[in-house]
Nanobody
Framework: QVQLVESGGGLVQPGGSLRLSCAAS????????VGWYRQAPGKQRELVAR???????NYLDSVKGRFTISRDNAKNTVYLQMNSLKPEDTAVYYC???????????WGQGTQVTVSS
C-alpha cells in the first residue's frame, strides 16, 4: 500500500511559478512510475507529466518547456516545477503512482493550482 500526499498548490499570477511535491509512504517508491494529472472544472482529468522508475520524463505538449518533473527516491518524493504559468493551467493537480511490478495504482488527494491576476 502506498499513500501519496501532494503539497505546494496555491494562487499565483500569470507568468509565476509553483513547485508541487508528491510525498509517498513505502520503501519501494523507486519501483513506481509517477505521474501528475490535472482536472479543471467541467473537463476530463489529463496527464500533465510522468516520470519512469528510471527517471525518464514525458510531458503534455502544452506544458513542454514550462514544467519539469523530477524525483528524489531517497526522499520518496516527486516534484513538478511549474514555470510561466498560464490561466489555463488552473486545475486540481493529482499525483498518481503505478507499480511496475504489480500495476497497482494509487492516487493522492489533489492540490489546487489557481493562476489568476
Amino acid at each position: 500500500q502506498v499513500q501519496l500526499v501532494e503539497s505546494g498548490g496555491g494562487l499565483v499570477q500569470p507568468g509565476g511559478s509553483l513547485r508541487l511535491s508528491c510525498a509517498a509512504s513505502g520503501s519501494i517508491f523507486h519501483l513506481y512510475v509517477v505521474g501528475w494529472y490535472r482536472q479543471a472544472p467541467g473537463k476530463q482529468r489529463e496527464l500533465v507529466a510522468r516520470i519512469s522508475s528510471g527517471g525518464s520524463p514525458n510531458y503534455l505538449d502544452s506544458v513542454k518547456g514550462r514544467f519539469t518533473i523530477s524525483r528524489d527516491n531517497a526522499k520518496n518524493t516527486v516534484y513538478l516545477q511549474m514555470n510561466s504559468l498560464k490561466p489555463e493551467d488552473t486545475a486540481v493537480y493529482y499525483c498518481n503512482a503505478n507499480s511496475v511490478v504489480t500495476s497497482h495504482d494509487y492516487w493522492g488527494q489533489g492540490t489546487q493550482v489557481t493562476v489568476s491576476s
